[in-house]
Every structure is written in structure tokens, then in C-alpha cells.
């Protein structure tokens, strides 16, 4: 090959044979293929020396231009994170398809379709091994209508619609709606405004620090102090099932948000100390005319406090109120059997040495009737029945689990 032709073919128009005196590019090559030899159909020439894609410009490309990324393509990537939604507790039978197919025909359903006709899911990840997905919508405002969908029943387990960790509020807020339309026909697939989750937007609330032992009713108990919930998530691994010392809430009046925050906040519960603010991080204070709720709130839950502080007091012995009236106690075999009952439940727990409840005398002046005493052989035991026992339902009464002195307990004082 000429030095001209070589620099030529440098340039991206390598002259393979002549037509009527003119080069031929290697497009034009591969169109007469059938005039010229030497060359493989379905193959660019090759330079020796060289290789296949060390210029990967079309042919006919002017030198220097560089491929450039689709505007489709980039905006895609650029809402990506705020078209995704985590699904977490799926069943084993899940794959990609019948997830794809379940969330967009739901979609369809409630009238969450906002991007045209067709499939609002255009791609899912499973990790098969962990039980959830990644679902990606065509639209930013189609992945915040899916939001609206936690709690659905997906091949008979309800399943966990949220976020998934790489979600930017601030961000997606420039992108589209982050709250699902509130006229959405979530009725069509057996769900209702806030039946689950509802824990988007501006007035969530981050609860951290918690005890790993608490309970979700014992942490709900501490949280409704400030009134009912739209919206609450324990957080947990998704292995063991532990809580991870943090959860997420919305309060149905989102007026009691920075109240709740502001009480809340600071609380010593055992060693851990309560860190609790908005989940988006707003500054805002309560109000003047909030201070006096805030107040009333703050006394409210010093009795929470006590309840669920299991700190140095914690005793080998547990006293259980709110378990048994004392009409439930005057018949000898009801008795017999609450007793059995409370060893039962006891036991799960440790080791159970004595099991003491009061029964009421002849002038229902007898102290501690109504309390149930579980003494255990040592405070590990103790502490495990107490984080299990206390917000429990039994005979449809809510218990409240407390340490109790074992010097009293071991001189027959219930009455504390």
C-alpha cells in the first residue's frame, strides 16, 4: 500500500478498488462486493497491524467527531433512580416476568398509567436469594403512583413497595410528582389511601437509636402518644428478621410532626439515646402556639418512658398488668388455667422459677390483684420475656411488661 493510500485509509476511507476511475469507501466496497475480490462478505477491510476497533467511526464519519450518547438515552439514565421502587418479601415462585406482568397489569388497574398506552414496568432485577426487586417505570411520576401499592398481595404474600436507597428526594422533586395521584383506583386491587406505608414525602419522620429489642407494638405504643399513624415501618434485616434500631413514620395529623420530633428527640431509652427529625432533614420549629401541645406531649410520654426503659432497674422478676381482671380470678379452674397459661407463655423465654398471681379476698381489698409475677432464674431471661411479653394481646387486653424489685417480690409486696 502507498503512503497516500495508507494515510487515507488512516482517515477512515481506505481505497479498495477503483470504480470508473473514483475510490470506493468500504461501504461502497461492500455494495459491488460482487465486482471485486479478495474481500469476506459481512466484514469491514482490516489494516494489518492494526486492530478491528481502533476506529470505530462509521464510515463516512468525519474524523473527529465523537459518538454521542442519544438525548433518550441520558435522560433515562438521569431519572433512573427516581423511576425505580423497591418490592421487598416476595414469595420464592417470583421471576422478572411474573413481576413485570403483575405491576404493570396493577398499574393498569388503578389508573397509575400516565406515560401512554403499553406497560408501565420496563425492567426488573430480582435477587432471588433476598426476596426483592428492583422495578423501573417508564416515568418518574408511574414509579411514584407504584408507591401507592405497598401492602398489595402478590402470589398470596403482601409485598413492600419503597424507595430504593439511591432515591434523591430534593432531585426527583425536579423530575416529576413524588407523591402518587391521590385519584388513584387503589380499590380495584383490594387496597385503600394509606392502608400501608403512606411513607413519602416532607412529614416523614427517622426514628433512630432504638433498642434492637423493642418491639414494633412497643415502638407504636411511644410514637401514638402523639396520635394515630398514617404510616410505619420497623426497619428490620431481611435475613434474621431483627429490628436494626431504626423505623419510619407519618402521623396522620401532619401538625404533630415537629411536636413529636422536638419531644421525642434526646430520650434515653437503656444506653441507646433517641435521635428522631424529619426523614428529609427540614429544619422546621414548632410554632408558638404549638408549645403548649408540645408541653402536654412531653408529659405524655414520661410514662411511655418508664414503660419501655429497661436501664439499671432491670430485676429477674417481671410484673404484667392489663393480663387479668379480678372477676377472671374468683373460679378455681379459671384460675388454674390463666395459670397455666402465663407458665406457657413464661417459659419461652427462659428459665421460670415462680409464677404469682394475686387472687382477690373476701373484701377485693387483696394488693396486686390484677398483676401477673414472673420470676426468672436470672435478668437475661428476664429482659428477653419482658422485650417479647410487654404490647402483647392477651384474652384482648394490651400488656405492660415492667421490671419489679426482687426484694419486694420476695416479701409477697404486689402492691407497688
Keep these: 500500500m502507498s503512503r497516500p493510500m495508507f494515510e ?30 479478495g474481500q469476506i462478505p459481512g466484514t469491514t477491510p482490516a489494516i494489518p497491524g492494526m486492530f478491528p476497533a481502533m476506529f470505530p467511526l462509521a464510515t463516512g464519519q468525519p474524523f473527529g467527531a465523537l459518538p454521542v450518547m442519544p438525548v433518550q438515552a441520558m435522560t433515562q439514565q438521569a431519572t433512573r433512580h427516581a423511576r425505580r421502587v423497591y418490592v421487598g418479601g416476595l414469595p420464592p415462585t417470583a421471576n422478572e416476568q411474573s413481576v413485570a406482568t403483575f405491576f ?104 433512630g437509636g432504638l433498642p434492637y429489642y423493642f418491639t414494633e407494638a412497643q415502638v407504636r405504643e411511644l410514637l401514638e402518644s402523639f396520635g394515630p399513624l398514617r404510616g410505619f415501618d420497623l426497619v428490620k434485616d431481611r435475613e434474621t428478621g431483627n ?11 401532619l401538625s404533630v410532626t415537629d411536636i413529636a420530633c422536638a419531644a421525642l428527640n434526646g430520650i434515653k431509652m437503656g444506653d441507646k439515646t433517641l435521635t428522631v427529625r424529619r426523614a428529609n432533614q427540614g429544619t422546621n420549629q414548632p410554632k408558638p402556639e404549638q408549645e403548649s401541645v408540645l408541653l402536654h406531649a412531653q408529659q405524655q410520654i414520661a410514662l411511655q418512658k418508664l414503660m419501655l426503659q429497661p436501664g439499671a432497674v432491670s430485676t429477674k422478676v417481671l410484673c404484667l398488668t392489663q393480663v387479668v381482671s379480678p372477676e377472671e380470678l374468683i373460679n378455681d379452674e379459671d384460675y388454674e388455667d390463666i395459670m397455666e397459661d402465663m407458665r406457657g407463655e413464661g417459659e419461652k423465654f427462659g428459665t421460670l422459677v415462680n409464677v404469682v398471681i394475686p387472687r382477690p379476698g373476701p373484701n377485693d381489698a387483696a394488693p396486686g390483684v390484677g398483676k401477673v409475677f414472673l420470676e426468672y432464674a436470672d435478668i437475661d431471661s ?19 411488661a415492667v421490671f419489679y424489685p426482687e426484694n419486694k417480690f420476695a416479701q409477697g409486696e404486689y402492691d407497688d
Design 243 to 253: 429490628s436494626k434500631g431504626y423505623a419510619f413514620c407519618v402521623y396522620q395529623d
Design 8 to 37: 487515507k485509509a488512516m482517515l477512515g476511507y481506505l481505497p479498495l478498488c477503483a470504480d470508473n476511475g473514483r475510490e470506493l469507501t468500504s461501504v461502497a466496497f461492500m455494495c459491488k462486493k460482487d465486482q471485486c475480490t
Design 104 to 207: 404493570s397489569q396493577v398499574m393498569a388497574a388503578i389508573g397509575g398509567n400516565t406515560a401512554g398506552p403499553g406497560d408501565a414496568v420496563v425492567n426488573v432485577y430480582i435477587n432471588h436469594e433476598k426476596k426483592f426487586a428492583f422495578v423501573e417505570m417508564r416515568s418518574v411520576e408511574e414509579a411514584s403512583n407504584a408507591m401507592a401499592l405497598d401492602g398489595i398481595i402478590f402470589e398470596g404474600a403482601p409485598v413492600k413497595v419503597r424507595r430504593p436507597s439511591d432515591y434523591n428526594p430534593s432531585l426527583a422533586a425536579t423530575l416529576g410528582p413524588s407523591q402518587p395521584n391521590p385519584n388513584l383506583n387503589l380499590a380495584a386491587v383490594g387496597l385503600t389511601p394509606g392502608s400501608a406505608g403512606g411513607l413519602e414525602g416532607p412529614d416523614r419522620i427517622f426514628v
Design 382 to 400: 428476664a429482659t428477653k420475656a419482658r422485650a417479647g411479653l410487654n404490647g402483647r394481646k392477651f384474652g384482648g387486653n394490651q400488656v405492660v
